[in-house]
């Protein structure tokens, strides 16, 4: 018999048994087995800030720490604990990278892995998972560094059911280049009971927002179907002809939903400074029925 949940801040429920996935599989392994850490069982929580060993360029930023957030954010400068999802840009200075952001509630099922690394054997697998995103031009992707986030069958806020989502978010950099891969696995639900969902089908009302927000109004991108029924069908299409993942390079401007409209007459700059390519034509692909 299902137990309606306990309010916000309520007590936690007894923690699942450690998972991790077996090797291979569009994931990258995750859970106590290869060190990850986890976030607090809690609705609405975050991990503690974590220093990254190695700056990560994020739109023309350095960002040398970073928050998992349980409702399907990675953060820079500041966590989120916002449940209602918002399409990019956003007001502010909030730069972070948005898998599935949602009201993910894991008092009700389901744990929030993190870990960074640099081993070998990820980096390797890294660079090959990464050269569809780049072009013939530019150098293949050497990452020494990345940070895996994976929200392991988490749960919504007022489920009523047992439907639950799988995904995940790996940055990686060489120091210089910067990439975002997401990676989605089964997506049951869209919206928690607050953004005014259906208790038992996790569907309805404000779905779930997907893509990368910035901070400076200019460079985001909104996945298509953020927000819309659309958007649990992100792990059937993706930008690299791989079903369920989804590439950005992020240290310059790659993608955008609508590029600021150019002045009448262009000023020339006083002094040189770096060229963010400006790309409004994205790669979609969809993938299976």
């Not at 399409?87 to 509630?105: K, M, S």
């Not at 990345?146 to 007022?158: D, I, K, L, N, P």
């Not at 309805?204 to 400076?216: E, L």
Request: charged fraction near 15%; hydrophobic fraction near 35%.
């Amino acid at each position: 018999m299902w137990v309606p949940d306990p309010p916000r801040g309520g007590p936690n429920p007894p923690a699942m048994a450690p998972w991790w996935p077996p090797l291979g599989g569009l994931l990258y392994p995750f859970g106590p087995a290869v060190g990850d850490e986890a976030t607090p069982r809690e609705d609405d929580g975050m991990s503690p800030e974590i220093q990254l060993w190695q700056p990560f360029s994020f739109y023309g930023r350095s960002h040398r720490s970073l928050y998992v957030n349980n409702n399907g954010v990675v953060s820079f400068g500041t966590g989120v604990p916002e449940f209602t999802p918002e399409p990019f840009p956003l007001p502010g200075h909030r730069p972070f990278v948005a898998p599935y952001w949602a009201d993910v509630d894991t008092r009700l099922g389901g744990d929030v892995f993190y870990r960074q690394s640099q081993e070998p054997e990820l980096l390797a697998r890294l660079t090959r998972d990464l050269t569809p995103a780049v072009t013939s031009s530019d150098p293949t992707p050497k990452p020494t560094w990345a940070f895996v986030a994976t929200w392991y069958r988490v749960s919504f806020f007022g489920a009523a059911s047992k439907k639950v989502n799988t995904f995940q978010a790996v940055l990686a950099t060489d120091g210089a280049t910067s990439f975002v891969m997401l990676n989605y696995g089964d997506l049951q639900w869209t919206t928690g009971l607050a953004n005014d969902g259906n208790a038992y089908s996790g569907l309805g009302g404000t779905p779930a927002q997907a893509g990368f927000n910035s901070g400076d109004d200019l460079h985001y991108y909104n996945i298509p179907g953020s927000r819309s029924p659309a958007v649990l069908r992100v792990g059937h299409r993706s930008n690299v002809g791989v079903p369920g993942r989804w590439i950005f390079r992020v240290d310059v401007f790659t993608a955008t939903e609508g590029p600021p409209d150019p002045p009448e007459t262009p000023t020339p700059s006083p002094s040189p400074s770096p060229t963010l390519r400006q790309t409004t034509e994205e790669r979609v692909y969809i993938c299976g029925s």
